[in-house]
């Protein structure tokens, strides 16, 4: 072949390459799995025998054409530091829109301070503009670090303990500790938080901290899922199903597990959801997310909400 066709024949592919990185940043393959995992457990302090991918599996599903990693490289080619970023669709009521949903930011602690993380923080969100996302979102205490790239704290997260449920006089039922194909099927039908996908799905059950417990009752369904990790042990932050169905599964894990609690938005309360009013004392009120907006249009409106297993 000559020289100069396999050059434009090179410039094509590079062309074709939506991911192509500035010469520093490079997107992390499967083949670095276990490096990117190591970074992620010393950054985090993942407990021993334990892994960062436990409680965020997102950041090891390279299989995704929405997930992506990429990070930056000492000279000698040793990883230094990460940031992830998944392309999902948010449900707001009857309204649907592209997000990108940020995590997995580390850096090795000899690198700090260099800003490492603010490059890549900044890649990514003009990676989330190139695929047109109205606005990204992160957790993370950083608030200063993250202020400067553009995010403020948004949206409402309330929780309230299970005890709260112990005196509902519901009738108390038998509980399944297992998973069911029924919970995707009943997430499915939800008006807020991430659209289930295939990804979402898969996700669910990579999960491998978090206990699902379900009942069904005279042809009623309905579930709960908790202790998602490190950040959300003892609290429920998946469930759902028939109402009455929930209050009965809430009130029998007031007794076996009284040291719950369980997260909701306040507009999951409309309709008397599970016989709680927004103006009980017991709700701890808390901010949802840090949110980026992206598109100049985007403006935040509720109800804005992520599922515990949404959030990275
Ligand atoms: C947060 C972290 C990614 C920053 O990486 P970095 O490459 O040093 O970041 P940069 O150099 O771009 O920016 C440094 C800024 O981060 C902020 N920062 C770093 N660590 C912080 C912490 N633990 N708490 C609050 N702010 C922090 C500082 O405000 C600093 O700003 P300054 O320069 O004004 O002092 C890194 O400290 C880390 O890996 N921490 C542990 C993992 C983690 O908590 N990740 C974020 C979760 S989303």
Excluded at 25 to 49: D, G, M, Q, V
Excluded at 218 to 226: M, P, T
């Amino acid at each position: 072949m000559p020289w100069n066709l396999l050059l434009v024949l090179v410039g094509v592919q590079r062309l074709a390459d939506d991911w192509q990185m500035p010469s520093q940043i490079a997107k992390i393959e499967l083949t670095h799995l276990r490096e990117l995992e190591i970074l992620l457990n010393t950054c985090f302090s993942t407990p021993p025998k334990h892994s960062f991918f436990d409680d965020f599996p997102i950041w090891s599903s390279f299989e995704s054409k929405d997930v992506r990693v990429v990070g930056i490289r000492s000279d000698s080619k040793k990883l230094l530091a990460s940031c992830g970023v998944r392309f999902a669709q948010l449900r707001r009521g009857s309204e649907e829109f592209t997000i990108a949903v940020m995590g997995a930011v580390a850096t090795a602690p000899d690198a700090r301070g260099k800003g490492l993380a603010t490059q890549l923080v900044n890649h990514v969100l003009d990676l989330a503009r190139e695929r047109k996302c109205e606005a990204a979102f992160l957790w993370g205490s950083e608030h200063a670090l993250y202020g400067r790239l553009g995010f403020t704290l948004q949206g409402e997260q309330w929780r309230l303990p299970i005890s709260h449920f112990a005196g509902s006089g519901a009738k108390e039922l038998t509980l399944t500790k297992s998973w069911n194909p029924k919970i995707i099927d009943t997430i499915k039908l939800r008006k807020t938080g991430l659209k289930e996908d295939t990804l979402g799905a898969s996700l669910k059950r990579k999960h491998t901290h978090v206990e699902w417990h379900w009942a069904e009752d005279q042809g009623r369904f309905a579930f709960v899922g908790f202790h998602r990790g490190i950040d959300l042990k003892n609290v429920i932050h998946e469930w759902g199903g028939d109402k009455d169905c929930l209050v009965q599964v809430l009130t029998t894990l007031a007794k076996s597990h009284p040291q719950l609690e369980i997260y909701l938005h306040p507009s999951h309360l409309d309709g008397d959801f599970v016989g709680v009013t927004k103006t009980d004392s017991k709700f701890v009120k808390e901010k949802l997310a840090l949110c980026c907006p992206l598109e100049k249009s985007f403006a935040w409106k509720e109800p804005t909400w992520f599922w515990g297993l949404d959030s990275a």
